[in-house]
Every structure is written in C-alpha cells, then in structure tokens.
C-alpha cells in the first residue's frame, strides 16, 4: 500500500491492540499475547455524576436492577454504538485497565467493524476508541476478522465462506484471494432472538421477563430443529394479569418455535449470498462447506438446519465467540501478510 499512514503503522515499533467492539461481549488482544479481556459490552453510569459506577460482568448484573440514579445499558446496538457517551466511558474504563496492566501508552488500535457500517458509524467508532486513549485506528470488516480468526486461509485462490452470528448483525462473506467477492450484513442476531423469546412467553404464557433472562435460556435449551430429547428449564417471571412474581417451564420446542422466524431470514440471507456467488467460488465452497462463527455458531442444531438448508456441509469453528478478536490479533501478529485486510478509514472518507 502506498498510502503513508499505512506505511507508518507497519514500520513503528509499539504495543498494538485489536477490539472486537461487539453488541453483547467486547474483547480486546495483545500482539504476542493473544485475547487478553473478555467481558459483556455492558456500563452502568451514574446519572447524576456521570462517572462510571461498573462495566462488564459487574455492570450486567445490574441491568434491570438499578435504582433511580444508575442507569445500566448496553451501549452498542446491532454492531454499532447506539449510545456515545456509554461507549466512550465504557471503552475507556476499559481499555486503561489493559493499558495499565500490560504497561501500553497510546497504542495502535485495529477494530472490527460490520461490513454494512455506515460513515458517521464508522467515525463514532473512531471517535470513541481515540478518546479511550488510542494513538490511531484501523477497521477490519468482521467477516474478514472471523474468517481469519477461524483459520481459514483468506489469500488462497479459492472460495471460503464465512457466516458471522453476533449479538446485533450476522455477517456473512465469501472469501478469495485475500478480499471479500460477496457479502450481506444484516441487522438480525443474537439480540434478535432474545426479543423473539421475550415476545413469545408474553404471547403465550403472559409472563414478563427480562433480556438476560431471554439470553440464558436461548442459551441453555435454544435449538433450530427439535433436539433428541426435549429440554426444558423455570423462568422467572411477572405475570402481566396480577403483577405478581411468577415461575413456568418453557420448553426447547417452544424456543425453536419462538425463534423459528428470525433463524429463517439468517438462513435466508445466507442462501441469497449464496446466490450471487461466481459459480467457479461456489463449487470450492460447496467441496469445503460453510463456516460458522459467533455466539448464535453455538444454538442448538442451527448447523444442521443450515446443512438441510443450503445442501451444504456445515463447519462450526472453533471457539466461535472468539473468533473475530482472534482475527484482529493475528492480523497484528502478521501485519506484512494481512495488512491488505485494512481498512484506511480517512482513505475512505
């Protein structure tokens, strides 16, 4: 790359440090440390004061319990920041405690982003991450961090794709010659399902729960297809006639029917890509099979619902909620290789 910016970046000598910035879980690697902090994308922030009161494990406990004068959120929404200031506070607690810890001073950052990110997304993104104490930052589309993050050799010349599904956006790419040929973002993941599973006891059993609720128990007895011996599991709840506490059982084929619609349109999106795939990249992807990544990698049988799908085999990577951070990391192991994968977001602009 000619551009000196880049230039710089490869040849300085520093701590660098790559983020997954995600909807539900922010990690953060160090060159020739590896993933080195994983914690929920969560801040509680004290309104009259605004200083930070937790963030992380200690900051999603509180969600749904606070008095009046904390006020917990996830500060990122479908991959991108929802709320500013609760980003930036959040990344800055966060990241100084790295920094102190592994002794950084203004580190070069590498981000991955969603690859339908807008402009103005893309500069907050920056914006939060160099008020958190970056010296610079560079964006990696997610599906190419995935792909890289779950060894997939993305400079081949063959087909690979990979299925990203996060807490806010499933991402899914084709992959050859070390760039991106065909790729669809869409704003339906993890979060998705949860609001699928809230909506559906309340429709059905008129019961209230909450989101971390939603997400422990797509997480425990969740499938795609009817699994071989059904699950179940109490929820805790209030029901909406009396207002008072309530416990029921749900069952995993009621959770597979609750998230059947929003699994259909990710298997959709998925087909679609498929789809506009050159023929010669699709018989590669159809010999190697698609790889899957993320949180939503991990429900129950979506792999095999996936198969039946597309007609393909179906790879589930490994540590699948990793895999974008580990992306990122490598990336920074092996600059020279994989700088291409860079984005140079005032290039960009």
Known sequence: MGNSRFKNFFSLSSKDVGIDLGTANLLVTLKGKGIVLKEPSVVAINKKSGNIVATGYEAKEMLGRTPEDINAIRPMKAGVIADFTGTQLMLRDVLSKVYR???IGKPRVVVGVPSGITEVEERAVEEAILYAGAKSVYFIEEPMAAAIGANIDIAEPSGNIIVDIGGGTTEVAVISLGGIVVSNSVRIAGDEL??????YIKKEMNVAIGTATAEEIKMEIGCALPLMAEMSRQVKGRDLTTGLPKTICVTSVQMQEAMQESIGKIIDIIKTTLERTPPEL?????????????????????DKLLSISTGMPVIIADNPLDCVARGAGKTLEELERLKSVLLDTRKRR
């Open 101 to 103: 810890k592994y002794n």
């Open 282 to 302: 699709a018989s590669d992807i159809m010999e190697k099979g698609i790889v899957l990544a993320g949180g939503g990698a991990l429900i129950r049988n979506f």
């Open 194 to 199: 949860d609001e699928d599973i809230i909506n």
